[in-house]
């Protein structure tokens, strides 16, 4: 590899960062899983990214791109290979401010989009971390506080810039290469490097955001209600329940509704959160009025040696009353995971099933198991886990690929249905023959 990485030295004008140099100890691992890369790479444009793609190619080596470095399963680092760490991309421009497009690096954080976008009373639908990537999150899906009103945060983009295997520079949109477009709304990283996407943004008020609290002992009713309600809500809100916390008392944790009303007229909020107020006992009601970007939270970093596993599923409407029995009898277990349930449907269920990789338009829930702890306390917890999965089986479609640990066969042939997988494949085959983009929930070439 020795000659290869010094042609690319003479080509690349980012940071190489090689084992033993004092910058690779911070580099060689993501946020959640731990490297030993040959080399990582920081471009410090889209040539460099173009570089760093040839090179890895020529020198034969696994590639793993990193955007904001949050995948479960560790997409953002490898051991032997190359890393790609897009951080430097992470530019945030309001390119048309009457249609509100935005063109954002493929490094940049949620964080640092909200930052630029709020003084300007503008927003996009995205997840709910500052340190989460835009392109990690927007190229799997992105299920945020305003999915329900504006969709997935891959619902808003209008076009993307894209470095593929062969190291060309594409512009993927309805017009131009629109199966790239199409693949890349859903179908992760398996195409190309997005070196910059263009969202288009929405005008945002304030929103009522906070959390309203119950009973461990009430969960059952509080979740089959919140559920109800939510199915004939106003689409300005979008919620998540989480219960079960092992930080707050495993299975006499309180049962939590996170909420976001997006609009400031506070009647029209207490319209829309006042029956969940009714639900049950409630312990804490900090819902208040917040500007938008200060929904966002931080991101943890977990301590070494401590793991992450989450899994998650789908459950459509006919579904939902036995998957939240399931989920409320596991959550009252002993030593039971952390349980998360998100609401999606409103403006996400309008979007054609065809019309993007993503392929659960039809749920009206996504949900999540998550344990963390060091390995043996993950290997003592795997067959109850596995257990809890064989029950939810039934009733379940699908897995968010976002919300996944693993990248098994069988993962990826939850997130991509046959027809789905299918067409990802031909594409796959245009513009990866080679498979180089494998890290990632893979999609082979045909």
Request: hydrophobic share 45%; no cysteine; aromatic share 6%.
């Amino acid at each position: 590899m020795s000659a290869t990485l010094e042609a690319l030295r003479r080509e690349f004008g980012g940071d190489i960062i090689e084992p033993g140099a004092a910058a690779y100890e911070a580099a060689r691992s993501s946020i959640l899983v731990s490297g030993s890369p040959a080399v990582v790479l920081r471009p410090k444009d889209v040539a460099d990214v173009r570089a760093g793609v040839r090179f890895a190619t020529r020198a034969g080596l696994p590639l793993s791109v990193r955007g904001g470095g949050h995948a479960f399963a560790g997409f953002g680092t490898n051991d032997g290979g190359v890393v790609i760490d897009l951080s430097n991309l992470a530019t945030v421009e309001i390119v048309d401010p009457e249609r509100h497009r935005v063109r954002i690096g493929g490094g940049a954080t949620w964080g640092q989009v909200a930052a630029v976008l709020a003084p300007r009373g503008l927003a996009i639908s995205s997840g709910d971390t500052k340190s989460v990537g835009v392109g990690g999150l927007t190229l799997s899906g992105g299920i945020g506080w305003k999915v329900r009103k504006y969709g997935l945060a891959l619902d808003n983009v209008t076009e993307a810039e894209v470095v593929t295997a062969g190291g060309d520079v594409v512009r993927a949109s309805a017009l131009e290469h629109p199966d790239l477009f199409w693949a890349i709304r859903g179908g992760g990283g398996n195409f190309g490097i997005v070196t910059a996407f263009e969202f288009t943004a929405h005008p945002t008020t304030d929103v009522f955001h906070g959390r309203i609290t119950f009973p461990a002992a009430e969960v059952p009713g509080v979740l089959r209600g919140w559920a109800d309600h939510l199915r004939t809500a106003p689409e300005e809100l979008s919620s998540i329940v989480s219960f079960a916390n092992p930080f707050a008392g495993g299975p006499e944790a309180p049962i939590e509704i996170h909420v976001v009303f997006d609009g400031d007229d506070e009647r029209l909020a207490a319209q829309a959160l006042d029956p969940i107020r009714r639900l049950g006992t409630v312990l804490e009601d900090d819902v208040a009025l917040t500007p938008y970007a200060d929904t966002l939270v931080d991101g943890v970093t977990p301590p070494p040696g401590i793991q992450l596993v989450t899994r998650s599923a789908f459950a459509d409407r006919a579904a939902v009353p036995a998957v939240l029995d399931i989920l409320a009898e596991v959550g009252a277990s002993q030593r039971p995971p952390f349980i998360a349930v998100r609401s999606v449907g409103g403006a996400v269920s309008r979007v054609p099933a065809d019309a993007t990789a993503y392929a659960h338009r039809a749920a009206e829930l996504m949900f999540a198991t998550t344990v963390a702890g060091p390995a043996p306390v993950i290997d003592a917890a795997r067959p109850g886990l596995e257990g809890i999965w064989r029950r939810l089986a039934p009733h379940t479609s699908g897995a968010y690929a976002n919300f996944l640990a693993s990248a098994t066969e069988e993962d990826v042939a939850a997130i991509y249905p046959a027809p789905t997988y299918q067409r990802l494949a031909a594409v796959k085959r245009r513009y990866d023959p080679a498979n180089l983009f494998a890290g990632n929930h893979n999609v082979r070439p045909q």
